[in-house]
């Protein structure tokens, strides 16, 4: 596992999915006592690499398919031990000033070396493959806790289907412990690996972006039919749906957006829907990623006292008869 | 401004607390804001908190002075009698602070916010260099410095300590004979006590924890206690005398009646001061309260208690005079919701009493606990009140919940107190009711850590295991932080002198003296056994043989520092107020420290659980396991304090930690505790009982950090130690689940009958809804069947987060979630950071 780890191929592709024999699969943390994700107390998996670049989004370590570097400036003893290792010289180190350091992201190939001998932990790979056999021993580790408050397992990510056979081992493992299973997917992803799951999946957590395609993929990357498409099959399944809406300013928010939306639910007869208010959360990983965010300065909808533009989303939706789950 | 007037404006706890108190506790909540009784109740929490607001606590000299004057003029008497005598004296003379509003009379010290001196406890030590002030002394001076603002001495009661009690105590305090005791008749002890580090031990120091027998004096009063000491005196006197020892009991009957009459009038002299102010008195209402409360002291604690007014006070006189007579802190009431609550009712059912005064009236009570404190000035009692513990909840001798109607009255009460003290417990068991652990837990949400959750499940096995009955494990209590012992209010004759500190041992030094072969590091001498040069071990095994021999020795010291303790104290320092108030020791004529009691443990509280699990994890895995080190450059590195070791360091960080639920880790964790409770329990205390083991280390985790090299955890030299069962800071924390898991695995709780501490942060979001509630409630459950003990939450407020921005190693384990999102505090940016505490406090 070791050599594999300092190949930058090493995140695994979907079609390498398909092909292998073992089921690997990449994530990049594991969090228990989760308690907004599905019922009871959960333990959430989150699984590595999207197809979507969503503008807003909260875990952008989350995005790629590979393991890669992450940079903790308030960490680093500047004792330039990355530089010595990397073989790309993609690090640079300018002690005069405040934040000196820089790594080139076009020029690093997410080798790792340099996270391996970061002395302070201020580099830190983000991304490990796991075994589905050890990652189902973390699953069962909370076995008591699940059982008592009603939870279960809670697959995330990233897009937790676009690693199609390790989630599907995952679910269908879990499933058959008698551990109730969660998916959160944004749904972009071939319908056969979504109902290949369904069996296994006690709730699906779908979600629901924006109903035109073109904003859809100015803001994400990619179109929304697919999404779509599979929640319109999703819906005839019978499967337990709960849509997730993610609010985000200067997106969706407007109640033109949100009645269409709305309106897209109720055609699919899909009836419960909850709400991920925008949040500025996911900065400080941007900035450990070394990249743009382009969320910058939108504001906070995530408040204490419910921002107004929660209450009118929620008033859209109720008036179209649906439930809003916390 | 005068300290009233200040009181006055301060806002309402509810108003200064963001947190949205609309759980249903308080839609069923007895008082509301707007009674007249919460307004009281409020303004007496204002005048509570001024102490906090100044920063600062007045050290008073008039206890030290009367007790120094008392000993003075009895040289040659009985020790027993020039202690009660001296005790007596103080109740005579001791000024008596008025309390506005309260419905309550009689205080710890002589004003509010004082602290009043123990001197016969005060902690000297002769060395070669002649005569050294001790710890307590030095700090005296060390607050008058301003070093420490949290005390305050004035010039006067300075030259009283300087010319008058220090002059006389100084060879003649406890830690005085314990030195000289321990240095002439164990000088290899004596030797491993100052050179080894093993321990944080003031010598000398009150009697701390204990839970005495409240309840017969409630029913029969003083009055009735001293007719049985009168009894018991005619007999001996009147018999054939036939052995020194009923000669030994005459004299400690008699100075229990000594102090028991001493009391009594401390009570009169409260009637009086009460009846003095109804004259001065304008508002006839409070007039009215005043004469009331002055007819209370009157009868109380002389005569039975018979309503709830008349057990409160009664309850408040013996649990303050405690403090006053003998200091020390953790001296805790027990199951108050059982004992207490039969006065309760009969008051209700008779409608002597409505239910919003009888809530009034506990609350008021709450607040006496906290006007002063008691606690001797010790750095690992910072930031805490005087720890008298109230225990609620639990089960009866036959396993039936006991939850009543008190055990929610007195969480409503400690919702509006909402102040250190009283120290409060929940005894939680597989049938506890559901309503009430949500309700309990409504409470923690409200902030301030309390209550703390304590198990049944746990702790009553492990006192079966230490000899105690069934009926009497089931009806235990916890003091303090949190040990365990029998509570004589619910089982008769059922007392436990369970010398609940026998000093912060620290757990890591022993592991260290094996790795230096028996050389402590930090100054260089050679204070354990050889146990041989760890390169020589071939295995893990021989390296845990060469700890057990360090860990053995260690014990063994700290049982004779501590068999000494207690025999100067039945030598010199009777313990005669705790004596009266233990119904062994009373009636038996046999002072506390020599076995009066039923059950006489001795019990070690043990410091840096985290670290000897991670350091036999990581010696385990890197030498042995996977050979990537050598006994040699480990040493070397641990020697050179990491330095030009930092990719070793590293890697020890990295090795499998406790509070990750790491099976390799906790089981290490589980094996090294477990060779400490064996030595340990080995021992018999010269009271006629055991010795047990508690993992508890309030602050000295610090000062023993202080004292340790750095250690193959990763921690460097002087570092501190991990607090109490916490994960250690290098433990990247999987969430709360995983620490609750180790916790469970790790800790053998059938040894841990003298506590464990257990702190665990939630943000405040995820247990703000009903939903998050019970989430919460579940886990609790869950943790408590899983087999845990205990575990203190706090829901981190903003203040807890600005504390995290600025220590952020202290907060490894808090984390921020939403859904699908999930992050470590302290590694967000300040300005994101600072988003999340606006969020805490409803700003955003």
Same mark, same amino acid.
């Given at each position: 596992m070791k050599g594999l780890d300092r190949t930058p191929a090493m995140g695994i592709s979907r079609k390498q999915q398909r092909s292998q024999s073992s089921t690997d699969g990449i994530i990049f943390n594991i969090q228990g006592y989760a308690v907004d994700d599905g019922p009871g107390i959960r333990k959430l998996i989150f699984l590595k690499g999207c197809q979507l670049r969503c503008a807003w989004c909260s875990n952008p370590e989350s995005q790629k398919f590979t393991p890669e570097v992450e940079f903790f400036p308030q960490k680093c003893i500047r004792c330039g031990c990355c530089l010595e290792v990397c073989p790309e010289e993609a690090i640079n180190i300018d002690l005069s000033v405040g934040d000196g350091f820089k790594i080139n992201r076009r020029l690093c190939n997410d080798c790792l070396l340099c996270a391996e001998q970061c002395p302070s932990g201020a580099l830190r790979k983000i991304g490990h493959v796991i075994t589905l056999d050890e990652l189902m021993r973390e699953v069962e580790k909370d076995r008591s806790y699940y059982r008592k408050s009603g939870g279960g397992v809670t697959l995330s990510g990233g897009e937790p289907l676009a690693q199609p056979r390790f989630a599907l081992e995952i679910l269908k493992q879990s499933y058959e412990r008698n551990i109730h299973t969660t998916i959160e997917t944004a749904g972009y992803v071939p319908w056969p690996d979504l109902k290949a799951v369904l069996p296994y999946t006690d709730l699906i957590i779908y979600d629901v972006k924006h109903c035109e395609e073109n904003t859809h993929r100015r803001m994400t990357g990619k179109s929304n039919n697919r999404i779509k498409q599979n929640l319109y099959r999703l819906s005839k399944t019978g499967q337990e749906v709960l849509v997730r809406v993610p609010l985000i300013p200067a997106f969706n928010t407007d109640p033109k957006t949100l009645t269409e939306i709305a309106k897209l639910l109720i055609t699919n007869n899909l009836k419960q829907v909850s709400f991920l208010p925008f949040h500025q959360f996911g900065k400080s990983k941007y900035i450990r990623l070394s990249r743009e965010y382009p969320y910058e300065h939108h504001p906070n909808l995530l408040t204490f006292q419910e921002s107004q533009t929660v209450i009118e989303a929620k008033r859209i939706f109720a008036s179209f008869g649906m439930t809003i789950r916390e | 401004m005068s300290i009233i007037d200040r009181a006055e404006r301060q806002p309402m706890w509810w108003e200064r607390t963001?947190?949205?108190?609309? *759980?249903?506790l308080f839609e069923t %909540?007895?008082?509301?804001?707007?009674?007249a009784a919460q307004m009281r109740i409020q303004k007496l929490r204002g005048l509570c908190t001024q102490r906090y607001d100044n920063g600062r606590r007045r050290i008073s000299m008039q206890r030290a002075r009367i007790v120094t004057d008392s000993y003075k003029t009895t040289a040659g008497e009985h020790p027993a009698i020039r202690r009660a005598k001296a005790i007596t004296s103080v109740f005579e003379r001791i000024d008596i602070p008025s309390a506005p509003y309260q419905l309550f009379l009689g205080s710890p010290s002589s004003a509010l916010h004082t602290l009043e001196i123990h001197p016969e406890f005060l902690n000297f030590v002769e060395d070669e260099e002649g005569v050294q002030d001790g710890r307590h002394d030095l700090r005296l001076r060390v607050f008058r410095g301003g070093e420490m603002d949290k005390y305050v001495l004035n010039d006067e009661d300075l030259h009283v300590y300087e010319t008058e009690v220090l002059p006389y105590w100084r060879n003649r305090s406890s830690g005085a004979y314990i030195g000289r005791e321990l240095k002439n008749n164990y000088p290899d002890a004596w030797f491993y006590m100052t050179h080894a580090d093993a321990y944080a031990y003031k010598l000398g120091g009150p009697l701390y924890h204990t839970i005495q027998d409240y309840r017969t004096i409630l029913e029969i009063g003083l009055a009735g206690i001293i007719e049985r000491l009168e009894a018991h005196i005619r007999e001996i006197v009147n018999s054939k005398i036939s052995s020194l020892k009923q000669i030994e009991r005459v004299n400690l009957y008699q100075s229990s009646i000594i102090v028991a009459k001493g009391l009594i009038s401390y009570a009169l002299r409260c009637s009086k001061q009460a009846e003095d102010e109804v004259e001065k008195e304008q508002d006839p209402e409070r007039a009215a309260e005043l004469l009331e409360m002055a007819r209370i002291c009157r009868k109380v604690p002389e005569q039975p208690a018979s309503s709830w007014h008349e057990a409160l006070q009664s309850l408040h006189f013996l649990h303050m005079a405690t403090g006053l007579a003998e200091g020390g802190n953790a001296h805790s009431v027990g199951r108050f919701d059982q004992y207490m609550y039969p006065f309760l009712e009969r008051d209700l059912k008779e409608r002597n009493v409505e239910l919003k005064r009888a809530q009034e009236l506990l609350e008021c009570f709450f607040l006496k606990w906290n006007e002063s404190q008691t606690a001797p000035i010790v750095r690992s009692m910072d930031g805490v009140g005087n720890n008298d513990k109230l225990t609620i909840g639990g089960v009866d001798s036959n396993g039936n919940? +006991?939850?009543?109607m008190l055990s929610y009255m007195v969480l409503e009460g400690h919702a509006h107190v909402h102040l250190t003290d009283p120290n409060i417990s929940v005894r939680l068991h597989k049938n506890t009711p559901d309503d009430f652990l949500k309700k309990t837990l409504e409470v923690i949400r409200l902030g301030g850590g309390l209550p703390i959750l304590i198990s049944d499940e746990a702790i009553i096995p492990a006192l079966i295991a230490n000899g105690v009955s069934l009926d009497e494990a089931r009806n235990y209590a916890d003091l303090g932080c949190q040990e365990n012992i029998t509570d004589p209010n619910c089982c008769t004759d059922s007392d436990t002198h369970g010398h609940n500190n026998a000093g912060w041992f620290n757990l890591v030094k022993p592991i260290e003296l094996a790795i230096h072969n028996g050389?402590?590091?930090?100054?260089? +001498?050679? +204070?354990?056994?050889?146990? *041989?040069?760890? %390169?020589?071990?071939?295995t893990f095994a021989d390296f845990s043989g060469a700890v057990k021999k360090q860990y053995e020795l260690a014990v063994r010291t700290n049982v004779i520092l501590n068999d000494v303790v207690e025999y100067v104290y039945a030598r010199h320092f009777p313990c005669v107020f705790h004596n009266l108030m233990h119904a062994g020791p009373r009636e038996k004529g046999i002072t506390i420290n020599a076995g009066g009691c039923k059950y006489n443990w001795t019990g070690s509280l043990a410091v840096g659980t985290a670290n000897i699990g991670d350091i036999m994890s990581a010696i385990d895995s890197l030498v042995y396991e996977k050979k990537e080190c050598s006994w040699d450059t480990l040493i070397r590195a641990l020697k050179n304090d990491w330095q030009g070791y930092e990719e070793l360091r590293s890697r020890c960080i990295g090795a499998p930690k406790y509070g990750t639920d790491d099976d390799w880790a906790d089981k290490h964790l589980r094996d090294v505790l477990n060779i400490f409770f064996r030595a340990y329990e080995s021992y018999p205390t010269p009271r006629g009982g055991r010795f047990v083991c508690g993992l508890i280390s309030m602050a000295s985790y610090i000062d023993l950090g202080k004292a340790t090299g750095a250690t193959p955890d990763g921690r460097k030299k002087g570092d501190p130690l991990a607090d109490s069962i916490a994960p250690s800071v290098f433990a990247r924390s999987k969430g709360l689940i995983s620490a609750h898991r180790s916790a469970t695995k790790a800790i053998d709780t059938i040894h841990t009958v003298n506590g464990i501490t257990f702190n665990q942060r939630l943000t405040l979001s995820s247990v703000l809804s009903e939903r998050g509630l019970n989430k919460w409630a579940d886990l609790v459950r869950a943790y408590v069947e899983t087999g845990g003990q205990s575990v203190q939450y706090s829901v981190a407020d903003s203040e807890t987060l600005v504390d995290a921005q600025k220590h952020p190693e202290r907060y490894s384990d808090l984390i921020v979630r939403v859904g699908g999102y999930s992050a470590h505090f302290v590694e967000l940016d300040k300005e994101i950071q600072d988003t999340i505490i606006m969020r805490t406090t409803g700003e955003l």
């Open positions: - | 963001q947190v949205p108190w609309n *759980g249903r %909540a007895i008082l509301h804001p707007d009674d919940d +006991v939850t009543n050389i402590n590091p930090v100054n260089g +001498v050679q +204070v354990g056994p050889k146990t *041989g040069h760890p %390169a020589d071990f071939k």
